[in-house]
């Protein structure tokens, strides 16, 4: 073949491969939405039979307090719990500690772990950080990375809504706004 056949061979398939790609991307952004919604990471179950294992049970794990008393999950079985694995070096979950410190304020009933990914982390900048926010919900410390491993949580900032029965009703990874708080917290009444 000839020089200018092989460019121009070689030009279609390139336009071929960028429009593919293009379109493929176009496809691909169109259907994700960056915004979490609980509705679809929801786990569907009921509890007509409880003394049966649920298959939906949050997994325990120790984590210590700010006195570095050790805390396990379980313990708070028999509230609804929210759980939250945050880094102070993580600008999405700070971004959403407002509306936590606000729904903990608000809900006497439910039990907030806010759990400091302390093994990726630097306990006196979590500490530091919360002093200086000015946050009062209970702040515990995963400081040997077991409850981050138990709930894969490859991404921060990650909130686990648990039933009273100790199981996981939803999920989110990802920043949550107040009205998706909320809506996780209302799943778990």
């Known amino acids: ?26 496809s691909l952004t ?15 179950h009921n509890h007509e039979n409880d003394s049966e294992a649920s298959d939906y049970s949050a997994p325990n794990f120790t984590v210590e307090d700010k006195d570095g ?9 028999g509230k609804p719990i929210v759980l939250n694995m945050w880094a102070s070096w993580c600008p999405p979950c700070k971004a959403e500690m407002p509306h936590f410190e606000e729904a903990y304020k608000e809900n006497s009933d439910i039990v907030f772990m806010m759990i400091n990914m302390t093994s990726g982390d630097n306990r006196s900048d979590a500490e530091k950080f919360i002093k200086e926010e000015g946050y009062t919900f209970p702040v515990y410390f ?23 029965n100790g199981d996981i009703v939803t999920y989110a990874n990802g920043s949550l706004s ?12």
């Open 178 to 189: 107040k009205e998706q708080l909320q809506q996780g917290i209302d799943m778990i009444r």
């Open 69 to 77: 008393n050790a805390v396990t999950l379980e313990s708070f079985f």
């Open 142 to 164: 995963d400081t040997d990375g077991i409850a981050s491993y138990v709930y894969n949580a490859t991404s921060l900032p990650m909130t686990i809504f648990i039933d009273k």
């Open 30 to 44: 169109e259907n994700f939405s960056p915004e979490n919604t609980l509705e679809t990471q929801s786990i569907e």
């Open 1 to 26: 073949m000839d020089k200018i056949t092989k460019l121009s061979i070689g030009i279609v398939v390139a336009i071929v491969l960028f429009t593919g790609a293009y379109m493929l991307y176009n």
